[in-house]
């Protein structure tokens, strides 16, 4: 079988995030200028065998759209699966900007949105980590979560929170975010190909 979505590996379901597709928003970011003229293909690899593709494109310059097949089962049938993830675009504090995923679940922002049965966060597909940088991991991830918790999740300034102190904590949830993804990123340099 060829095309988009096809390779030897199955789309089976997985619950490590080590074993999952994926997209970063680091991807995204460059290949931004490339996305807005034309769809891209987006393959994953583990050594020599290929893990499967997917289609990416940009809609309105600020939504993904990702389309790829699935099947539960290396003997089932395929599927199409086509989903449309909205993009952020947030201020870095030394000039440019960044691009975040909102996951299309859960309504979170996310840096690396996960192509499975569907595409999510980490958290909608209840994945988990195997290995090495879990504790690491872990611990930016409940300090951003309490960020969040102070802050909400639709980036808009609580009432009474004082302007700067706002921005504060959100300079520094993306701070923990961009950490997370470096981290991430040197866990799965050996499972991608973009
Ligand atoms: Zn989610």
Known sequence: MGGIGSGRGCWRSKNFVEETRFITSKWVK???QLLQKQPLQVNWHQGKESLGSA??????????????K???SCEGDWSTVTEFIPLQFSAC?????????ICPKCGRRAAIIYVDTVVACRSC????YQS???DDISRLQ???????????????RPKGMHHKTYECLLSKANELQISQDKLIEAKFR???QL
């Open 30 to 32: 460059a290949h931004l």
């Open 55 to 68: 289609s990416v494109s940009l809609v309105n310059h600020n939504q993904l759209f990702v389309q790829y």
């Open 70 to 72: 699935y099947r539960r």
């Open 93 to 101: 504090r030394y000039g440019g900007s960044r691009v975040w995923f």
């Open 125 to 128: 597909l209840g994945l988990h």
């Open 132 to 134: 090495e940088y879990e």
């Open 142 to 156: 409940s300090k951003t979560r309490k960020i969040f918790d102070r802050i909400g999740h639709d980036y808009v």
């Open 190 to 192: 050996k499972l991608v």
